[in-house]
């Protein structure tokens, strides 16, 4: 079963973001990424078939995690040499992800490690009590150092400047520590502490301070956010590209699972949060209920979705830390499909109407 289902309400041909007086034009499109480890090669896939097609004309890009690294590499290579460009960096950064070896990018703990046993033993009572004797430990104290691969991935894989001077927008989500808030970080703010931040797991990575606020994940309070887009001045349309299953038909009942459902869970509820929110405003806008005062504040949002329920529901928490290489390279070639998919069932819907219908889920 899938989260969203198709909804079919077109607006008028005048503003579907064509020129009936002269030849089509690119459709434009933010995108909503979310964040979710070594999973975020799906997402590399699904950009990578998405800016192969070209058909798409991508004006802003709010993210989290993974989401915001991947969102990051797409900005500066759109900006250094167009679609091209923008399927080069994200080659390099998934590249640059996986020579990282042991120092994993998205966690040091090898306890997660795909390679560390077999399935059988990682369901015994001595393994999960091992996780969390794991979860338990502070970064501070196993990484005095403070050492973070991510580091040097990003340095490597990400132009910066070409980030911070492209006309796309980029917003990026990071969790204030102290005062328990998200924190979205614009085009011109976007560093590499940025990215660092956004993607800090608390129990593997020491805070990220920025001007003195430490930060831990994005994903925490906003995965991705999106209200960055209603309130900017940016296309209606937004593709969301998801990393974490929404709905599992059987319920978790081994140790590993309930912990994986969980964690699912937890980074899904603010997506779910915002989404429920926007079905809410939709259905005011669309029944007219809003007074013409506040009409002005609020504008048709038209929702897209390439989701991961389909193509990584056979997926484990645990994957998320494995960072081989042709792992990553069968999640990409998995969100190439799910993007060759989207594009033959939804993309028509671009400029005219949504492909997703939020209120039969949260109306």
């Not at 949504?354 to 889920?361: E, I, P, Y």
Request: glycine share 8%; charged share 25%.
């Amino acid at each position: 079963m899938a989260l969203f289902k198709a909804k079919p309400a077109p607006k008028p041909a005048s503003q579907s973001g064509a020129d009936t007086n002269g030849p089509p034009t690119r459709p434009s499109i933010c995108l909503a990424l979310q964040g979710g480890g070594a999973h975020g090669a799906f997402q590399w896939g699904v950009l990578d078939r998405l800016l192969e097609d070209d058909r798409l004309d991508i004006r802003a890009v709010t993210a989290a995690s993974a989401g915001a690294m991947n969102a990051a590499a797409l900005v500066s290579g759109l900006e250094k040499a167009g679609a091209a460009g923008g399927r080069e960096a994200l080659d390099k950064l998934w590249r640059e992800v996986n020579r990282s070896g042991g120092r994993n990018v998205f966690g040091d703990s090898a306890i997660w490690s795909a390679a560390s046993g077999p399935d059988w033993l990682k369901e015994t009572p001595l393994w999960r009590a091992g996780e969390t004797l794991a979860m338990s430990m502070s970064p501070y104290d196993f990484n005095p150092f403070n050492l973070n691969p991510l580091n040097r991935v990003l340095t490597a894989a990400v132009d910066f400047e070409a980030v911070r001077a492209s006309p796309i927008k980029l917003f990026v989500a990071a969790t204030a520590v102290r005062e328990g808030k998200c924190r979205v970080f614009t085009s011109t703010e976007i560093t590499d502490r940025v990215l660092m931040a956004s993607a800090c797991l608390p129990h593997l990575f020491q805070a990220v301070e920025i001007d003195g606020e430490p930060y831990w994940d994005g994903g925490y309070l906003a995965n991705p956010p999106l209200w960055p887009l209603f309130y900017d001045d940016t296309p209606d349309d937004v593709l969301l590209v998801t990393l974490n299953p929404m709905i599992r038909e059987e319920p978790p009942r081994t140790g590993g699972e309930i912990v994986d459902r969980l964690n699912e869970i937890v980074f899904n509820a603010p997506l779910l949060a915002e989404l429920r929110a926007v079905a809410f405003v939709q259905e005011l806008i669309e029944e007219g209920r809003l007074t013409e005062s506040s009409r002005g504040r609020y504008r048709h949002i038209l929702m897209h979705a390439i989701e991961a329920d389909r193509y990584l529901a056979d997926q484990s928490l645990g994957s998320k830390f494995n960072t081989e290489w042709t792992y990553l390279n069968r999640l990409k070639a998995r969100g190439q499909k799910a993007a060759e998919d989207w594009l033959a069932d939804s993309f028509a819907s671009v400029g005219k109407a949504s492909s997703v219908d939020l209120q039969a889920r949260f109306g």
